[in-house]
């Protein structure tokens, strides 16, 4: 049977945060990463997620529940926006620092990594950031179908050199690896 994801929650600020008691996998990635799109594709729906026409725009916390398992996909929406004032982007940092703090019950990062682009700054930071929060790292580059094999090849050895871990390629688009990427999240939230 097929997994079922159901948006449940959406969290803009702190006071409205409360411990979720099952486990969690965080999903990040830059904006316009291609991470709405790849929710929809692990949904089978065209629209749970709301595909980003103004990129950083919704800046929230939203909890997918994932059946029959029980665990949560916690969607972490884009860092990196070059539109967004400083005092906005404190307020995002405190709001995810604070979802990480203590919270035992998440089991992963599910970083999403374009796969055209070598490994940039903002990814590694982010990265660094969930490493120091003691969260291990499930790297996954998206767009895999807008790349050659050569090519994401490449970017892929530069990630797996950097995390010692070899990203998972994916595409929203064509469906590739779709059903590994369900097996690795299910695997990692319910060892
Ligand atoms: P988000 O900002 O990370 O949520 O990114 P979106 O899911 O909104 O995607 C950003 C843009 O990339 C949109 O125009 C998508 O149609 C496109 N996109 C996302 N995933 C894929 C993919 O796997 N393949 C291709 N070719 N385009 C994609």
């Given at each position: 049977?097929?997994?079922?994801?159901?948006?449940?929650?959406?969290?803009?600020?702190?006071?409205?945060?409360?411990?979720?008691?099952?486990?969690?996998?965080?999903?990040?990635?830059r904006?316009?990463?291609?991470?709405?799109?790849?929710?929809?594709?692990?949904?089978?729906?065209?629209?749970?997620?709301?595909?980003?026409?103004?990129?950083?725009?919704?800046?929230?916390?939203?909890?997918?529940?994932?059946?029959?398992?029980?665990?949560?996909?916690?969607?972490?929406?884009g860092y990196g926006y070059?539109?967004?004032?400083?005092?906005?982007?404190?307020?995002?940092?405190?709001?995810?620092?604070?979802?990480?703090?203590?919270?035992?019950?998440?089991?992963?990062?599910?970083?999403?990594?374009?796969?055209?682009?070598?490994?940039q700054k903002n990814d590694i930071e982010m990265i660094?950031?969930?490493?120091?929060?003691?969260?291990?790292?499930?790297?996954?580059?998206?767009?895999?179908?807008?790349?050659?094999?050569?090519?994401?090849?490449?970017?892929?050895?530069?990630?797996?050199?950097?995390?010692?871990?070899?990203?998972?390629?994916?595409?929203?688009?064509?469906?590739?690896?779709?059903?590994?990427?369900?097996?690795?999240?299910?695997?990692?939230?319910?060892?």
């Amino acid at each position: 049977m097929d997994n079922t994801l159901t948006l449940i929650k959406t969290v803009y600020e702190i006071n409205q945060l409360e411990l979720v008691a099952a486990p969690q996998i965080i999903l990040a990635g830059r904006s316009n990463v291609g991470k709405s799109s790849l929710i929809n594709c692990l949904a089978s729906r065209k629209k749970l997620a709301k595909i980003s026409s103004t990129p950083g725009k919704t800046r929230s916390l939203n909890y997918y529940e994932v059946e029959p398992h029980g665990y949560y996909i916690v969607d972490l929406p884009g860092y990196g926006y070059a539109k967004c004032s400083k005092t906005e982007r404190a307020k995002w940092g405190k709001l995810i620092d604070r979802y990480l703090q203590d919270n035992a019950y998440i089991a992963a990062a599910a970083v999403l990594l374009d796969s055209r682009l070598t490994p940039q700054k903002n990814d590694i930071e982010m990265i660094s950031y969930f490493k120091h929060c003691n969260v291990p790292i499930l790297p996954i580059m998206t767009k895999s179908d807008k790349t050659k094999q050569r090519e994401r090849a490449k970017v892929q050895s530069q990630w797996e050199d950097i995390l010692k871990v070899k990203p998972l390629c994916v595409s929203s688009k064509s469906g590739m690896n779709r059903t590994n990427l369900w097996n690795l999240l299910d695997r990692t939230a319910i060892p």
